[in-house]
Nanobody, 122 residues
Framework: VQLQASGGGLVQPGGSLRVSCAAS????????IGWFRQAPGKEREGVSCIDNNGRTNYADSVKGRFTISRDIAKSTVYLQMNSLKPEDTAVYYC?????????????????WGQGTEVTVSS
């Protein structure tokens, strides 16, 4: 299983950015994909997830601003981030786990990709 996160960068407050997670060796019919982030000096936290049935979940801090989606044919999960704030600055990671149910608990995930850095600053 390999997960490749990409799409990070520098964006101004209020701006938008889309990060992608390309998965290989997993079937999205059976795997859940989660997005996590780790800000400097802070612990990693769950941001959003999408389960094998396409159901989604979001952390309260990003509800209404972030949208997770997937392209099964491309085995890719996207995180569209709008109305970005400086506190969204972090390294964003994607992770995968088999089974049912969407979870923001990182200990439930078996496979992790490398991170992509998102910086929100003017």
């Amino acid at each position: 299983v390999q997960l490749q996160a990409s799409g990070g960068g520098l964006v101004q407050p209020g701006g938008s950015l889309r990060v992608s997670c390309a998965a290989s060796g997993v079937s999205m019919d059976y795997y859940n994909i989660g997005w996590f982030r780790q800000a400097p000096g802070k612990e990693r936290e769950g941001v959003s997830c999408i389960d094998n049935n396409g159901r989604t979940n979001y952390a309260d801090s990003v509800k209404g601003r972030f949208t997770i989606s997937r392209d099964i044919a491309k085995s890719t999960v996207y995180l569209q981030m709008n109305s970005l704030k400086p506190e969204d600055t972090a390294v964003y990671y994607c992770a995968a786990r088999p089974g049912l149910g969407c979870s923001l608990a990182q200990y439930r995930y078996n496979f992790w990709g490398q991170g992509t850095e998102v910086t929100v600053s003017s």
